[in-house]
């Protein structure tokens, strides 16, 4: 069974402000899109930058076969929101942009705007497997890109830069945050007996304090010596399958040329162990081939397929 991530990148309907101009390049990148996820097979896919419904509902077709959908009902300013993809039936657990109750608002903005809840939903949903039932969570944290009053992507303005840093990351922490809490939820204080996957666009490396939010209890990490010793921190642990990746394809996009692992698979301790690969791209291809991203995201409108790579792993049963 494969399950895995992928930011679809912008994946509206032709003619917005966001999507292909004309839908001669919208078809053109559900083709592209609808090639990789063919060829991935997966069981279940979280993807991230959901549009319309009926965009999604144009790749699946796309895509062929029979599919089960989820789609969270909260967007960000832009309209994008994360879903599933799914060959089994698909219940919703929970779609929320709640920050716990004793997480306060974070600021956002010089004048001290702040926010109490996530740009972006949070997805969960319970689905039957040959394991027996599995829960995912499906995220889009807040991103690393910088937006500036009046919408700037750029500032000459070093101190401004340094304080927007500082909103951005705040606001990715509180998200992470409540994300954590959300997989508590779904673990129940359970996770040696409860398959639970958290899963989706991090914006931020495995080693980023946000995306180590996520773990819970430190110490077992894959590829450390507690890994293979059982404490009493497993059931609400999640492991990053991340060290699972070969080196050279350890990364899920690229920006300013610079590879980065940006999207991730977290999975419970019933998990972890049959876990038997994880990798990006496409399992069996060559290193995967992504566009170099910079500061302004309207320069790749239109471009077909996506500037992520999935990310995913293979698990037995």
């Known amino acids: 069974m494969l399950i895995g991530t992928w930011n679809l990148e912008n994946l509206f309907l032709p003619g917005g402000p966001s999507g292909p101009k004309d839908k001669a390049a919208y078809e053109t990148k559900l083709a592209a899109l609808a090639d990789v996820i063919k060829e991935l097979d997966p069981a279940l896919l979280g993807v991230q930058e959901v549009g319309e419904d009926t965009a999604l509902r144009d790749l699946i077709a796309m895509v062929g076969g029979t599919w089960h959908t989820a789609l969270s ?105 409540a994300l954590r809490a959300l997989a508590d939820e779904l673990l129940a204080g359970d996770g040696r007996e409860r398959d639970v996957v958290v899963l989706g666009d991090l914006n931020d490396e495995v080693q980023a304090a946000t995306t180590q939010i996520l773990l819970g209890p430190p110490g077992s990490e894959i590829g450390t010596p507690g890994f293979k010793v059982d404490d009493n921190g497993d059931a609400a642990r999640l492991w990053d399958v991340a060290p699972l990746i070969p080196a050279e394809r350890r990364f899920s996009r690229i920006n300013s040329g610079r590879r980065e692992l940006i999207d991730h698979v977290l999975v419970s301790h019933r998990l972890v162990r049959r876990v038997s690969e994880a990798g990006t791209g496409l399992p069996g291809a060559d ?8 500061p302004d995201p309207a320069a790749r409108r239109g471009e077909p397929g996506s500037d992520h790579a999935p990310v995913w792993a293979r698990v037995g049963d």
């Open 73 to 177: 009902q909260h967007g960000d300013s832009r309209g994008i929101r994360v879903g599933f993809l799914s060959r089994t039936p698909l219940e919703v657990l929970a779609d929320t942009t709640a920050f716990p109750p004793k997480l306060r608002p974070v600021q956002v903005a010089d004048d001290g705007t702040a926010v109490s809840a996530a740009g972006r939903g949070f997805l969960a949903v319970e689905t039957t497997t040959e394991a027996g039932p599995l829960r995912v969570a499906v995220c889009h944290l807040k991103s690393k890109l910088l937006t500036f009053p009046g919408g700037r992507f750029h500032t000459r303005d070093e101190g401004e830069r340094a304080r927007f840093g500082a909103y951005a990351l705040y606001r990715r922490a509180a998200e992470a945050t």
């Open 287 to 294: 290193t995967p081939r992504l566009p170099s991203v910079g």
